[in-house]
T-cell receptor
């Protein structure tokens, strides 16, 4: 099992360009998440998906869109990248949303720089 | 004020020392997670607990729900324990939606 995979690992964009970060999990998890990690700050939730076809905004959703294509895949799209979106992005997944306590499994991260 | 505060922010110790990292939070929670972020950036879950104490190898995590405090202990520390340790809580208000609130992490360096 690969766990949680993310592509790409690194990306450099110019301001105004668009791109999609891909995430897939092979653990049959219901819940998936997109986080960003910035220096001096904790991980912050961008979007959350409790199940296929549902998404919910997190703490910092502005400038992003998501798509839960199926149970395995959860993509994050930047429509018009801005330098403030320079960050490391992590995808994660966890088990059944109806359970109280679920360990989250993280992907390896995508380091994005917007010039 | 952050909902989750970790201390210390940075910790350097000699190999073999007993390590304690603290996490305090200000909201009622369903569960608390301890995560480890390796120097290469990967994040792994170490513990998830809602009461008492859990042990895995040289790592021990404790939580006091009344005092809103958790500690992560490492016995017989080793250079390979060098990493950032992150505390995250699942607020009661987020029951069922798994939205965690994260601390900023404690950077641990173990010197041989």
């Amino acid at each position: 099992n690969a766990g949680v995979t993310q592509t790409p690992k690194f990306q450099v964009l110019k301001t105004g360009q668009s791109m999609t970060l891909q995430c897939a999990q092979d653990m049959n998890h219901n819940s998936m998440y997109w986080y960003r990690q910035d220096p001096g700050m904790g991980l912050r939730l961008i979007y959350y998906s409790a199940s296929e076809g549902t998404t919910d905004k997190g703490e910092v959703p502005n400038g992003y869109n998501v798509s839960r294509l199926n149970k395995r895949e959860f993509s994050l799209r930047l429509e018009s990248a801005a330098p403030s979106q320079t960050s490391v992005y992590f995808c994660a997944s966890s088990g059944h949303a109806w359970r109280s306590y679920n360990e989250q499994f993280f992907g390896p991260g995508t380091r994005l720089t917007v010039l | 004020k952050n909902e989750v505060e970790q201390s210390p922010q940075n910790l350097t110790a000699q190999e073999g020392e007993f390590i304690t990292i603290n996490c305090s939070y200000s909201v009622g929670i369903s569960a608390l997670h301890w995560l480890q972020q390796h120097p290469g950036g990967g994040i792994v879950s170490l513990f998830m607990l809602s009461s008492g104490k859990k042990k895995h190898g040289r790592l021990i995590a404790t939580i006091n729900i009344q005092e809103k405090h958790s500690s992560l202990h490492i016995t017989a520390s080793h250079p390979r324990d060098s990493a950032v340790y992150i505390c995250a809580v699942l607020p009661l208000l987020n029951f069922g939606n798994e939205k965690l609130t994260f601390g900023t992490g404690t950077r641990l360096t173990i010197i041989p």
